[in-house]
């Protein structure tokens, strides 16, 4: 896969995280619809996600396909790890995360890395952080092997991935990738037992395992919400992407879609 063709997908996200002044491009987690802004929501999904994952000052921390980087700075600054690496295939995510913290002497190291094969030495790793990266994937299986490859013996790898029940139907979509435009993703989705298998066959034992579809909608829905006071005119340049988060939240609540968090440890 080209990084052109995922800068063509994300070019919309960038435009819609800097006009609204957000840090990260996840759909968020809302456990209660309208209490908080949509920036909460996409920070309270980072925590849910790790749930009570142990990382301290001596820890290592990689977020593979970290995007513009908030959910890296988010981490980094609640647990002070000793190192944390932000790795994400698009270059001009990459140049967006580095630029805001251009300057700060504690700060993720961010760079451009493809997640089939990690740049880093074995058993390197304390915690890994994956959050709706994979889905583009085109070998996810190899992506896992690499996470066992580079974690430390009992190191995590929290993973959280939009999945589906109905793998052909959104196979067939793949079609619209050759188009090279807003609407090609790339994505390759799995079921939420393809993960469960490709966990226990590579060497992780499942520490916890959620879907919050019912709350990724509802954050989705109160960042719509966000997005349409500014009205048409104040969405220019983006205007696509609103419609296709839209499509989004309707297949979450109709169960077309999943949406799964994963935690396992490295075992062996």
């Known amino acids: 896969m080209r990084p052109q063709s995922l800068e063509v997908f994300y070019e919309p996200n960038l435009r819609l995280a800097k006009s609204r002044g957000l840090l990260g491009y996840n759909a968020g987690y809302a456990e209660v619809r309208g209490r908080e802004s949509f920036d909460q929501h996409q920070k309270d999904l980072v925590w849910r996600l790790l749930g009570d994952v142990e990382i301290g000052p001596q820890s290592t921390v990689l977020d593979v396909g970290c995007g513009i980087g908030g959910p890296s700075e988010w981490i980094f600054n609640r647990y002070r790890p000793a190192r944390l690496i932000g790795m994400e295939y698009c270059p001009s995510s990459v140049r967006t995360a580095e630029q805001r913290c ?15 094969c990690l740049p ?52 067939a979509l793949g079609v619209l990738n050759r188009l090279n435009s807003q609407l090609s993703t790339q994505e390759r989705l799995w079921s939420t037992d393809d993960y469960l298998h490709a966990f226990e066959s590579a060497g992780f034992r499942l520490i916890r395992h959620e879907q919050v579809s019912r709350q990724a909608a509802d954050s989705l829905q109160d960042g719509l919400t966000e997005i349409s006071h500014g009205g048409w005119r104040g969405a220019r340049g983006y205007r696509g992407r609103f419609f296709y988060l839209q499509f989004i939240e309707m297949l979450l609540r109709r169960d077309w879609l999943t949406y799964d968090l994963f935690a396992v440890a490295k075992h062996r």
């Open 102 to 116: 251009a300057g700060r002497s504690l700060r993720p190291i961010f760079m451009r890395a493809d997640a089939h």
């Open 120 to 171: 880093l030495p074995d058993e390197s790793v304390d915690v890994i952080f994956n959050l709706e990266s994979a889905l583009h994937y085109a070998d996810k299986r190899k992506f896992i092997g690499e996470c066992l490859r580079t974690l430390k013996t009992e190191g995590r790898l929290c993973l959280g991935d939009i999945t589906t029940r109905y793998r052909r139907i959104f196979t």
